[in-house]
């Protein structure tokens, strides 16, 4: 998915950055009610407020289209106790952070079960976090959204999965 900038909104950004240096530049002026910092500091929100509110409607529909994706996913792998919610992982294929045969556990399994990691992709990491999570389900309640995964400082092969709800 790729979205571009008008030629407005970019202008508009140059104005901004134009009116903000401005306004950096003579800050000692900052505090007078009527100086010039304030009225370059208020013309350049008045450029930036409707390029932000793009900015934030366009966040949105990618994490719609995120959200949308995954739960395919899911269903195509029949994931029953997982949600992915590491909008920055894009391609599941990809390889992920966590080697291959690495241990995985989370903070409610704490260190009596683990499950290892068969694969190198991301989408190997998720199945086998919910495989963990199947087998201790009543331990993580609904904390089954994946966030993130961190290895353990005291062992090299071992991996926590970071799970929210």
């Known amino acids: 998915m790729t ?3 008008t030629e407005k909104e970019v202008s508009n950004l140059h104005n901004a ?3 903000l240096l401005y306004a950096l530049e003579h800050g000692r002026d900052m505090f007078k009610e009527n100086s010039s910092f304030m009225q370059n500091l208020k013309q350049s929100m008045d450029y930036l407020d409707p390029i932000a509110t793009r900015v934030l409607k366009i966040q949105d529909d ?3 289209d995120q959200w949308e994706r995954s739960q395919r996913i899911a269903k195509l792998n029949d994931f029953k106790y997982s949600i992915w919610s ?3 992982v894009s391609n ?5 952070t966590v080697p291959v045969g ?3 556990r989370s903070y409610y399994s704490g260190n009596d079960f683990a499950v290892t990691v068969e694969g190198p992709t991301w989408l190997d990491l998720w199945k086998a976090t919910d495989k963990l999570i199947s087998y201790t389900e009543e331990l993580h309640g609904d904390h089954v959204f994946i966030e993130n995964f961190h290895k353990v400082k005291s062992n090299d092969n071992i991996y ?3 799970l929210g709800s």
Do not use: G, P
Request: without cysteine.
């Open 3 to 5: 979205y571009e900038l």
């Open 17 to 19: 950055k134009v009116y």
């Open 62 to 64: 990618i994490r719609k």
């Open 86 to 88: 590491m909008y920055e």
């Open 92 to 96: 599941f294929e990809d390889q992920s």
């Open 102 to 104: 690495a241990k995985l």
């Open 160 to 162: 926590e999965v970071s």
